[in-house]
């Protein structure tokens, strides 16, 4: 039987991850990117919509569209998500960073139970607890 939990938190990508990579999670999927310079009170009103999005790294500019360049973060807000969703997720979030990426931080979940989400092993089939 599938939990519904609301996930909370930010895990940096390190280093930073080329747009280009991450685009299959955008391109109709669950990811949506911030813009280039958004604003604290900005990025609370798009997780309110979007509930699962990548922060651009400030330092690496916008190619001639305006798009970032890299990826830094990823920022989620989801007041109820299949935990299966979750993992899902994540495992899909690794795989297109590649396994010269790390996510750092941790995500929150509550719901039936509590607790953290984090990598146990790096590559490119990582496992999350």
Known sequence: MAMHFTV???LELHPSVPLAQ??????????QVAP???TEPELAALLDQA?????????SGTDSEGRPQRIKHLHVKDPSVYSFTVL??????????GE??????ELRYAGDCEG???TITPGP????H
């Open 100 to 105: 010269a990426h790390q996510a750092r931080g």
């Open 8 to 10: 909370t938190g930010t």
């Open 36 to 38: 280039h310079a958004i």
């Open 116 to 118: 953290e989400v984090g």
């Open 88 to 97: 899902h997720r994540l495992i899909d979030l690794a795989t297109c960073a």
């Open 51 to 59: 509930k699962w999005v990548l922060i651009p790294d400030i330092d």
């Open 22 to 31: 991450l685009w299959e999670l955008i391109d109709g999927g669950p990811f």
């Open 125 to 128: 089939d990582p496992i999350w």
